[in-house]
Antibody, heavy 118, light 106 residues
Framework: QLQLQESGPGLVRPSQTLSLTCTVS??????????WNWVRQHPGKGLEWIGY???????YYNPSLESRVAISKDTSNNQFSLNLNSVTAADTAVYYC??????????WGQGSLVTVSS | DIQMTQSPSTVSASVGDSVTITCRAS??????LAWYQQKPGKAPKLLIY???ILESGVSSRFSGSGSGTEFTLTIRSLQPDDFATYYC????????FGQGTKVEIK
């Protein structure tokens, strides 16, 4: 069974880059089975898909965030990462990493609250 | 972009009641739809995928139906543990979620 764990700073300054890492156990980020996703949830709001990376390194992003987002993977540490640049207060949210075998999300991390504030 | 609209936003119900939540897509998504349950401070939990397939380990009191643009999630005989927020998610084109439906205790 896959387990995912987010890590990264809880506070990011406006205009800076938000960086989070998801460590995967129980499976490999090189697996041809899974898509590795990031999803966020603004405080008290619904869920927003950010994007995913596939085993090949191919990435797909939410068009609304595409200009500011990059998802990458680190095979040696079995991790994948999210970078979101030029952040504003509107990027304050709980960020989840999640794996998808067939495009729906079966395994989730516990979530990481990131606050954008000076 | 495919927009997902859930109704109602909130439903008040009692233990033992049945509840139905509707999810409408702005265009056909065939059966590429999943349902999740989320409790405060927790990650969402997959309940149903492909519109009607129950995830392993999920109670059979949950059922999903629909295709095309209209889908429903039905919870029979509500239990205390079922009071939560429910989201639909399409995976026909990119991914997008409905805005959520909170099932609260009447």
């Amino acid at each position: 069974q896959l387990q995912l764990q987010e890590s990264g700073p809880g506070l990011v300054r406006p205009s800076q880059t938000l960086s989070l890492t998801c460590t995967v156990s129980g499976g490999s980020v090189n697996s041809t089975v899974y898509y590795w996703n990031w999803v966020r949830q603004h405080p008290g709001k619904g869920l927003e898909w950010i994007g995913y990376i596939f085993h090949s390194g191919s990435t797909y992003y939410n068009p609304s965030l595409e200009s500011r987002v990059a998802i990458s993977k680190d095979t040696s540490n079995n991790q994948f990462s999210l970078n979101l640049n030029s952040v504003t207060a509107a990027d304050t949210a709980v960020y989840y990493c999640a794996s998808a075998e067939n495009l729906y999300f079966r395994y989730w991390g516990q979530g990481s609250l990131v606050t954008v504030s000076s | 972009d495919i927009q997902m609209t859930q109704s109602p936003s909130t439903v008040s119900a009692s233990v033992g009641d049945s509840v139905t939540i509707t999810c409408r897509a702005s265009q056909s998504i065939v059966s590429w739809l999943a349902w999740y349950q989320q409790k405060p401070g927790k990650a969402p939990k997959l309940l149903i995928y492909h519109g009607s397939i129950l995830e392993s380990g999920v109670s059979s009191r949950f059922s999903g139906s629909g295709s095309g643009t209209e889908f429903t999630l039905t919870i029979r005989s509500l239990q205390p543990d079922d009071f939560a927020t429910y989201y639909c998610q399409q995976y026909d084109d990119y991914r997008s979620f409905g805005q959520g439906t909170k099932v609260e205790i009447k």
